[in-house]
């Protein structure tokens, strides 16, 4: 071997001492540089793929609030139910008011089958085709179960009038 390298050279060590000492710390603090740079980057993309999970939750729990929201306008507008239930003028354009929200609603946060649907029952009003709402709602409930986790339904949309089941109750229809 070279003898310069054996010869004491700096503070009494050969440079074969000093390279067999420092060596491995060396190898140490570029070993945790570069696992410092490597791991803040996939800290980094781990952080983005977090926020974009996060931010698909989110919206996805918008979407959900907002069609409940609106199955509980158009439920509570329902053509054939405010027939039926004989309102002022006043408070039937409140929930007609409600009944075109939560058409606006299901346009904006329904699926394609959803839309379509409402577009049915836009054309059904301009007088071009008929159109069943129990349709809509049936689609609407489906849509929801489905957003909620919940398993699929067969039972039709009705609605009840509680004026009847409590007269029943208390025996005033006789």
Known sequence: MIEWLNEPRFLGFSIAQLWIFLSPILAAFFGAVLVHILGGRRSLADHKLTLDYESEVAARQVRREKLLQAYEWIDN????RLDFLKLDPDERF???????KGMALVKLF??????SKVDEYIEMLNGSRDFNFDDLMNA???ELRHRY????????YKWVDFRKVTMRESGEDK
């Open 77 to 80: 507008a329902e053509p054939s």
């Open 94 to 100: 409140e929930r007609t008011k409600l009944f075109a």
């Open 110 to 115: 329904g699926s394609e089958a959803l839309c």
């Open 149 to 156: 986790g919940l398993e699929p339904t067969k039972s039709k």
């Open 140 to 142: 609407l409930r489906d």
